[in-house]
């Protein structure tokens, strides 16, 4: 069964530090994948994609990610934090024609 | 504004009393889908649409629910007989072509007193 796994519930980082925030996939086939933020009471916003190319993927926001095959994995990242940034952040696969998404991972940046 | 819009953003009912919901997509987008997202997860699959034709529906769909796309454009979600259980929030998602890239309306939050 194809799945998303993020396996930290929270993050912590302090304003100006880099953050990373980790997803673990499985899959058949070539992955799709995604990362989508939630503001409170808000819907999803689009973060940024993988569907093939360079293993570094630039998104919006000062975000990127970066795609491991032999890890399966495609952690968020960004080089240094804002208070802003805080949210719930959301790992996905594409699977067949619909997306799977993990748990969620929320992000916490204290000024 | 040409996103993804959802109609109403809250609805607090009875338990047993019937709702429905609208969602109208990004205009030129072919396909639309359905999630449902509970406190404490990621958005769970509910069911798409390609043009006005259903093409897929979750296991997570009872009979009391009933989704349509009468003209390709906006859908309706309904929910019969509602139980608490059904409380969350309702996602709207639309796709040009195969639905790689999704884009999300504000969601409507159902709550079920």
């Known amino acids: 069964a194809q799945s998303v796994a993020q396996p930290e519930d929270q993050v912590n980082v302090a304003e100006g530090n880099p953050l990373t925030v980790k997803c673990t996939y499985s899959?058949?086939?070539?992955?799709?994948l995604f990362w989508y933020v939630q503001y409170p009471n808000r819907g999803l916003q689009f973060l940024l994609k993988y569907i093939t190319g360079d293993n570094l993927v630039k998104g919006s926001y000062g975000f990127e990610a970066e795609f491991n095959k032999s890890q399966t994995s495609f952690h968020l990242k960004k080089p240094s934090a804002l208070v802003s940034d805080s949210a719930l952040y959301f790992c996905?696969?594409?699977?067949?024609?619909?997306?799977?998404f993990g748990k969620g991972t929320r992000l916490h940046i204290l000024p | 504004d040409t996103g993804v819009s959802q109609d109403p953003r809250h609805k607090i009912t009875k338990r047993g009393q019937n709702v429905t919901f609208r969602c109208d997509p990004i205009?030129?987008?072919?396909?639309l889908y359905w999630y449902r997202q509970t406190l404490g997860q990621g958005p769970e699959f509910l069911t798409y649409f390609q043009n006005e034709a259903q093409l897929e529906k979750s296991r997570l769909l009872s009979d009391r629910f009933s989704a349509e796309r009468p003209k390709g454009s906006f859908s309706t979600l309904e929910i019969q007989r509602t139980e608490q259980g059904d409380s969350a929030m309702y996602l709207c998602a639309s796709s040009e072509g195969r639905g790689i890239g999704q884009y999300f309306g504000p969601g409507t939050r159902l709550t079920v007193t």
């Open positions: 899959v058949s086939g070539n992955p799709y």
């Open positions: 996905a696969v594409r699977a067949d024609d619909k997306i799977i």
């Open positions: 205009s030129e987008h072919n396909r």
